[in-house]
């Protein structure tokens, strides 16, 4: 199985789950998604849901082989802005050693690594002892919304495997890997304002009525401190602090604060109170706005004042925070907030996520009652360095991967996450990308880790 | 000449002058008025500009006959909203006693009446001692960036004349006319940020970075005071009141603030310190937000920080205010309340325009050595009384028509504005209409008012 070839047919099924309108790309994706399972050696069985189907592919075998769960999702953030592609998103390109294309690394190139790393394995071993649950879902980036229904529905087949390995998080570079101990939760909504009940003319009606770009502006502006903590009220309430052994942990991260500035092209870093720019995208609780809109956006100019306008906010949340608490906390500030003369509907977004972190006994190895955890992380940790030529670093991630807590609620699975893109990948924005050789090392370091997983048995 | 029918035609030319994807609208709009001119027995020449050419309809004659200057745009502003429009903005009906359309109100249907006005006229009395110069632009709503070379190429022509009338301002209902004694100026300007050098994804790099979207709303919401007076400094230096007999007329106006609440579809009003609503519009200057928009918009939810945002902003100025002076005050203040992680861009719009106040001599009829603008005066208030059975007010309006007070500085013309459109007419927003009775009438009392100045000489 050809990784570069298999990830260009992958990627050039636009597989956009939030918009109905690439429902052919999302039904591409997922039998491309089939087939590569297929041919690793898996069987596969598609499971219905309400939106978009989730794909798993199993390795039964008797009780007594290691059961991983392996996951990834065929869905991708949208392509726009389309005019700052290089190439065409969803026209995937080799070009200086990486492919280029919306989802190449989140997330089509790192399942893929882990099924070519499985169909190479399996080809050279038969009869390997292990069981595979490998689960491929359409919905991550939309926060998972069908997936609390299906856990429930697959809890005791999941709950009686030994632990998820999965590729969904960052490392710092192409050569230095991160394990992930722990990811930021997320919560959304959209907040809009409605003034007039219909656009009126600037000249003919301004300085009469609240302009509602100006309320949204107001209501937005009061959301941050000059500190740039976050005012809401309560929102800092019971929020944990990293330990110190993962302050030192981030400090082996190969990138100085001036590499980051020059990478994000800003001339200055605006962290939360007490913390590094790299310590406050992993350590901080946020609230961002992701997106805001109202009035004339054409070319040139027309005078209105306009009726509607919105923000899409998402919150990042770190240990200690609560989803539902938060959302209503910034939703009670943002009605509180709101000057009369206009009316404010708060939509509350599906897929809120809590923080996660995983596993305790950090830095190296879990604690706990579970050798096959205990034994994924130690292979994990002797296959990257085998493959990389370098050990890797455990750290906190700054997004989220909703499922992953999700999967821990409900079947007491932890997660070994392997960082498979880089700052340099483009995440959810224009000229994503993945590096071949990453993702040629992955593979072998794939192979490697099943394989130690697999010969250590279940005791 | 039936006022529906030609209308119904001139609009469905959609001549959006902002977007060059409408340039057929603009010729076929062209084209149609000068069909109309002819039509009424003027002469027709296009004058080319270095965007949309301007028209200009001429009746000639002796110097001793009155010589007055018409004016209108064939130009309308855009159509969007597209989906809150009950039928489509171009393809004109009639519904209700009203022509549905965007342009019937502004401004194709209230100059189309001087030109049916004109037909009837002068189909009755061919020999009528009147001069006239019909000019009909294409830039009027993107701020007639063409006129100022235009007017000092027929400064001349135009300084002979006597007089201008025009009907692009309101009146605050069908059948209570307002003639216009003031107009508010007008600047604007475009607003971008600039933060990290491309979009980032929210959760990796979200409480390192200053959002723009964050920095935008703080930047627009530090721009008002909670009394609701522009938070710019200097913005009033020099800012003339009001007379305490433009307060009085401006009583006369046949509209509660509970009727206009209702109309707007608001719960309060928001008018600076010491000013009604109705108040406010007219004789307070402005800074309002025409359009805000960064980050993603579109459905469901993307986790972007972005990396530009913008707001367009317009400021409306009355006497005292300087065109030139705003803009560098709001532009400082701008440049000023930008935080440190982002970078500023402002453009500053063409067309901007100073207040204009008309004639002096208020409240009935100007002063000064001009008999046919007094006549001219005096004349529409006797036609608009005969036509609608009501005399006019004489109010100041809060909307810009800027060639007006270009016309007056370059040739010392002064204008008579009667205003043909009303509230419910929606300018600028979706569902424009125009009263058709209301139009009717307004026909006659041109034909009256012109028929008057005619007789009237020019001593």
Redesign the interface.
């Known amino acids: 199985m050809d990784f570069v070839k298999e990830l260009l047919e992958y990627v050039r099924h636009a597989s956009v789950s ?2 109905p309108a690439f429902a052919n790309g999302m039904n591409g994706a997922r039998e491309k998604a089939c087939d590569l399972l297929r041919r690793a050696g898996l069987e596969v069985e598609v499971v219905p849901t309400p939106l978009h189907p989730i794909i798993l592919g199993r390795r039964k075998g008797p009780a007594e082989w290691p059961h991983v769960v392996l996951y990834g999702h065929y869905d991708v ?2 392509a ?2 389309l005019d ?1 592609w290089t190439t065409p998103a969803f026209e995937p390109v080799v070009r200086d050693g990486r492919i280029w294309g919306r989802g190449t690394a989140d997330n089509k190139g790192p399942h893929l690594v882990a099924i070519v790393a499985l169909a190479r394995l399996l080809a050279r071993h038969p009869n390997l002892p292990l069981r595979i649950t490998f689960l491929i879902e359409g919905e991550e ?3 998972s919304p069908s997936f609390p229904a299906f856990l429930q529905a697959y809890k005791q087949e999941l709950s009686e495997a030994d632990c998820v390995i999965l590729s969904d998080t ?1 490392s710092p570079s192409a050569d230095q890997i991160a394990i992930t101990t722990a990811l ?1 939760g ?1 919560v ?1 909504m ?1 907040v809009r304002l409605v ?17 509602p ?2 309320a ?3 209501i ?5 401190l000059p500190d740039n903590t976050v005012a809401v009220e309560g929102f800092y309430e019971g929020v944990q602090q990293p330990a110190e052994w993962e302050r030192a942990e981030l400090r082996k991260l190969p990138l100085t604060e001036a590499q ?1 500035l020059a990478f ?9 109170p007490g ?1 590094s ?2 310590e ?2 992993r350590f ?3 609230l ?19 009726s509607k ?4 906010i ?1 919150c ?1 949340l770190v240990p200690g925070m609560n989803p539902e608490d938060i959302l209503a906390k910034a939703s009670a500030a943002i009605r509180a907030r709101a ?4 009316k404010v509907e708060i939509e509350i ?1 599906q897929g809120n996520a809590a923080y996660f972190v995983c596993p305790p006994g950090r830095p190296n190895t879990p604690k706990g009652q579970n050798p096959v955890l205990a034994r994924a992380f130690a292979e994990t940790e002797c296959a990257i360095t085998g493959a990389f030529g370098k050990p890797p670093i455990f750290v906190r ?4 991967v909703p499922i992953i807590e999700d999967i821990r609620r409900e079947t007491g699975l932890d997660s070994v996450m392997i960082g498979l893109f880089t ?1 340099e990948s ?6 994503e990308n993945l590096d071949i050789g990453m993702a040629e090392k992955a593979i072998k370091a794939y192979e490697s880790l099943l394989e130690g997983v697999a010969k250590g048995g279940r005791k």
């Open positions: 939030t918009d953030q949208p726009e802005p700052l980036e939309i926060g960052a930021r997320i959304g959209e003034g007039p009940q219909f656009d009126l003319h600037s000249g003919l009606h301004g300085g009469a009525v609240y302009n770009i100006q949204l502006a107001e937005c502006a009061s959301l941050h980051y994000l092209g800003v001339d200055s870093l605006h962290p939360a913390l720019g790299l406050a995208v901080a609780p946020t961002e706005f992701n997106g805001i809109g109202g009035g004339y956006q054409g070319k040139g100019s027309k005078t209105v004042i306009p306008v919105f923000a899409k998402t990042r000057p009369k003369g206009v977004k991630e700054g997004g989220s700052p483009n995440l959810h924005a224009p000229d």
